[in-house]
Nanobody, 134 residues
């Protein structure tokens, strides 16, 4: 079964840190660009960061610049989102997604799109909740 699974969410105090993981099963992530997205209660889903298959990074959210970083460990078939100096407004469900659909190869799937257009990301995890509160 081809799937993405996010983990690492939880409750953290303002100023704290969390590291989210996006692990793949049934396929290898190394071919794909991977994006992180989030959706806060009552708000639309928004892009956070994306990483190419050659580790180039595209930032989709000004609000996370300097606080969030994305990385990948292809040996572990996992992409990470390191979140530092968390703020209450970071509270959301966080999702990872592959550029393009799992199991389908296309050279453009290796690169992050310039903008977080959801239609460009074909396979999504189930999400992990991050709550920032004192």
């Amino acid at each position: 079964q081809l799937q993405l699974v996010e983990s690492g969410g939880g409750l953290v105090q303002p100023g704290g840190s969390l590291r989210l993981s996006c692990a793949a099963s049934g396929f290898t992530l190394d071919y794909y660009a991977i994006g992180w997205f989030r959706q806060a209660p009552g708000k639309e889903r928004e892009g956070v960061l994306c990483i190419n298959n050659n580790n180039g990074i595209t930032n989709y959210g000004d609000s996370v610049e300097g606080r969030f970083t994305i990385s990948r460990d292809d040996a572990k078939n996992t992409v990470y989102l390191q979140m530092n100096n968390l703020k209450p407004e970071d509270t959301a469900v966080y999702y990872c997604a592959t550029r393009g659909r799992l199991g389908i190869r296309n050279t453009i799937y290796a690169m992050c799109p310039m903008g977080p257009r959801f239609a460009d990301f074909g396979s999504w995890g189930q999400g992990t909740q991050v709550t920032v509160a004192s």
